[in-house]
């Protein structure tokens, strides 16, 4: 199942594998014992919870890589350039080498456009100058244009023969583009540390707001330690 995330993009979660017991029985690979259960023990003593908890609390990281999700992204290249930046994954994407990206380019809306670069504003803004809505509608309309002008180019050159390697040279950085990335939870969670962050870039921040959703649903006792902040104190 595709989740939409911004105009043309997507999350789709390709597999899941591993649990949270999972990475209880590898932590207990020493004494061979496995999963017990989670709830209190018949003698009143805690559950597994207990052990995850200690685990995620004192960065114990590696039964956490017992676990792990294959996602498929469709985000606008500078998007997808930030999320590349973990290097914890293993990345395959659709190449415009061999077949021309689809015409999906990614238009802010007017309200994002309102909301400015997060903490970055100030800087950002350099001139001092403030957005203002008739700005904002303008900007849109420029950009969109420009999106044409450079699809225009784009099918020229791909009609003239030149190769697809070099006719993409003109596509702009909020194409979309679409790729697969696998990794563990351990990364998947480091991921979400940054990517859920408010300094982090409002456009990716959506797509992680997608990724914690699948965290959630497929890992619940790991995500509830993490959305707690158990380790990170
Ligand atoms: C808000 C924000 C702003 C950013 N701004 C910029 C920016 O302006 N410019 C820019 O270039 N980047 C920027 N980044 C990207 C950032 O610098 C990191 O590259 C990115 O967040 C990935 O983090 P990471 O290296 O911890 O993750 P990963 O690459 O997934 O690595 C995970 C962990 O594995 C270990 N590891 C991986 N590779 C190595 C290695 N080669 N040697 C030793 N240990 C390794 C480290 O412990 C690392 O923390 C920004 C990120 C955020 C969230």
Known sequence: MTIPVLDFGYVELVEAWGSDERIIEAARMSTQKGFEGWGPKEDGSPGDEKLLRYLWKNGHATPFEMAGMIIEVQAPIFVVR???????????????????????????????????????????????????????VRFRTQLDLQYQKAEELYQNALSAGVPKELARACLPVGRYTRMRSTSNLRMWLDFLRQRLDKHAQWEIRQYAEVVSGLVREHFPRTWELFAEGVGND
């Open 82 to 136: 930030e999320w590349q930046r973990h290097r914890a994954q293993g990345f395959s994407e659709m190449s415009a080498r061999y077949a021309p990206l689809p015409d999906d380019n990614y238009i802010p809306t007017i309200a994002r456009l309102m909301l400015g670069g997060g903490h970055l504003t100030k800087q950002a803004a350099g001139t001092g100058a403030e957005l203002t809505e008739s700005l904002a």
